[in-house]
Structure formats: C-alpha cells, structure tokens
C-alpha cells in the first residue's frame, strides 16, 4: 500500500503545541513509510478563516522540519462538496430539516425530562413537498442531515485497538448548514476519497466522530481508511491547548528562542513509552517511534521539560551546524563555540555571552581579595598561551599565595568574568588571551580604555 496521510488544519489561529502533535506524528508515520503527507487547509469557515493564519500554519510547520509534499485548500474544492452533496440527496441520504435552534433546544430538554436519549426524531423525514414549501414561504431555510444506518460500527483503530460506535445513539449529523455552507464533516470525507488518504491519524476527540464519517465514506463509495487516534497533549494542569486562547503557539515559542527540534520532540514524544531527549533529527524519531508506544492516558507537557530538552540539544550541537547562525551573531571561532556552548539553554543567549571572551563586563574584585588579585595579574603569564595556561596561572598563584579550593578560584572568575558561575575558565582565559585578561585583573571592564 501507498501511505498517503494528511493534516488538515483551520486557518482560523496560530498552531499550538497541541496542534503540533498530529502535524508531527502523521509526518513521522509517513517518513517511517516512504509515504506521501497533505497538508489540507480546511478554510471553509470564511468568516474566520484568514490568509495570514493560512501563511503561519505553513510557516509553523516549515519550522518544524516538515515540508508537505502536496498542499490543498478546500475553498477551491467546493465543485467536489456540492457533487457528493447532489450524489446523498438523490439517494435520500440527505434530507432537509427546518427546525430552528430554539425548536431543536425545546425538543432535546422535552427528550431529557420523559427519560430519553436527546437526539433528532426525524421529523423532518415526515415532511410533504407542500410542508416544506410553506416553511420556506414562511422565510426558513433548511439546514441538511446525514440519514445514519443507525447501527454499530467497528474499526479497528491502531492505537487504540478495536472500536465500536453505535450510531443509532446518534443524532443525524447536520452536513449543511441554513447559508449553504458545509460543516466539516462532509467536505473532510470527500477529500479523503479524493486524495487517496489512507490513514487518518488525529486525537482520540474525533473517535465518536468516526461512525458517521465512516457510514458517509460508504453511501458514497469510497474506501475507508485506516484511523489512528493519539492520546492529546495537555498543558501543565492537564487542560487542553487552544487556538482562541493563544496556549503556547509555535509563533510564541520561536520568538522566545526555542529550537524547532525540541518542540517537535515534545509534541511528538511525550505520552509515549520513547525517552524525551535530543534525538538527531525528526528522521531518527520515525525510525523509533510506532504507534503501539503512544500511551492511551493525556500526554502533558512539562514547560521545565521542553527547556531542558533545548538546552541538552544546543549542548550537543557541533560548530557546522550551529556555524550559519554564529556567523550571523559575527562568531567565527569555532573554540568560542565550544567553551560557551554547554552555558546555553537558548542559543541566542550566546550572544550576551561571548561578552566573557572579549566585551564590556563589570569586574567583581571584593576589597578582601584586591591584594590577591593584584598578584595575580604579576604573574599572568606572557602570551603565546595554549590550554594549559589556566593550570600554569593557577598553580603559580597556588604557591605564592597559599590560596585554595574556591578561595583561589572564585576571586578570579569574578575578576576575569563578573559572574560566580559560567563557562570554564580553562577553555575560556586562552580565548580572552593576555591584553583581556589584564585588563580585567585591573578592574577594567572595557579592554579597550
């Protein structure tokens, strides 16, 4: 088989991590399988549905890694829409209803208080030509429902194993709204006949969905795919992300500087029985992750978790990868590089702190220590200096002063740094070199003056 999968968005918002998790795990399915990935934009709401939510979902996912191999929108595929709408009608799978949202109320509440389930009666089944003529006389235009078989449906669903939804539980869906347009449900099945879509992986909230959309496949022809419902990603508090409420968008998250492969990671990874930690690539999570390790309890996000995972992955990058984004920052030095980069928890930073190697600090000398640094810069040594300088220095200073242990080290850090902690001075004082650290030995924070 072809593995043809495809995500399907609203451009009504901003991706979010919740989001992001369908996004990633139908691409790692479809990398895993030598298929093909769609992105289908479902842009049929016009009222909300914007051009520029449109560019920030293809956007967003280009910063994940993901390039779709075919790109669709459903407000060009209406012709399609209004044929398998004229296909269901014709064979009275679809039939006019006139009730109003009031009226449908009224009759789910009469439903609940005589002990019954509150679904649609059908009534509009019992309605004449001349009854409905009147009723459109009167002003009222049809909303349209799918006629259910109203029978259990099983699947086979492969991450949650055999499912049944008994759609004679069920009220006929609404397809087509009162204005003419379509809800989701039917322009969704079509496409996926029409693009050959053979696994539907989405969250577990669409599994009640699944009956009808099924039933819809099978009165119009189509082959039904294979499904695939993922437990969903939570926040912190185990609630849901959301589009309207703005919850950790993928816009948010690369501005605030983390790396694409971690969120891509802790979109895909978490909930399941795989390790979150820096995999190589999104390629290397296809090769490892199958649908029998995506748990069947919520997958919650820890946002300590997705820093650390930013950190452990900038610690592991080499210089050439990391090298067209320092030269952007005007670093060339791959020994910079190496001593700065374990510091890092967002690669920008590294800009503020290459400042340690040769920028504008504020020297730390405490009047305590002044004596002692001052002996310390006596005995700086004269350059050319390699990485055993740092020992040299030290042990030097070790004899004359007597000093050890923190006593000895943390008065030079400060002196040379301005901070307690960072990177290590052994990688960091060959960098800084003689002129550098002389200066800052001297209280001078500006090597330059």
Known sequence: MNVVVRYAPSPTGR?????????????????????????????????????????????????????????????????????ARDRLIAEGRLYPCYETADELDRKRKRARALGKPPIYDRAALNLTSEDRARLEAEGREPHWRFKLDGRPVTFIDLIKGEQTVNTASMSDPVLIREDGTYLYTLPSVVDDIDLGVTHVIRGEDHVSNTGTQIEIFEALGGAVPTFAHHNLLTDAEGQGFSKRLGSLSLQQLREEGFEPLAVAIMASVTGTSLPVEPYASLEAIAEKLDFSMISHSSARFDPAELVTLNARIIHAMD????????????????????????????????????????????????????????????????????DAIWASWTNALKEKTDRKGKALFLPLRLALTGRPDGPELRTLLPLMGRKVSLARLSGRGDPRN
Request: glycine share 6%; charged share 30%; aromatic share 8%.
């Open 15 to 83: 991706l979010h991590l919740g989001n992001a998790r369908p996004a990633v795990l139908n691409w790692l399915f479809a990398k895993r399988e030598g298929g093909k990935y769609i992105l289908r934009l479902d842009d049929t709401d016009t009222a909300r549905s914007t051009e520029a939510f449109a560019a920030g979902i293809e956007e967003d996912l280009a910063w994940l890694g993901i390039e779709p191999d075919l790109k669709v929108r459903q407000s060009d595929r209406f012709t399609l829409y209004d044929a």
């Open 319 to 386: 210089f050439e990868t990391a090298q067209p984004r320092l030269e952007a920052l005007g670093i060339a030095d791959p020994r910079a590089w190496n001593a700065l980069r374990e510091n890092l928890v967002k690669f920008n930073e590294i800009a503020e702190l290459r400042k340690l190697i040769d920028g504008e600090i504020a020297p730390v000398i405490a009047p305590e220590d002044a004596e002692f640094i001052g002996t310390a810069a006596d005995l700086l040594p004269e350059e050319p200096w390699d």
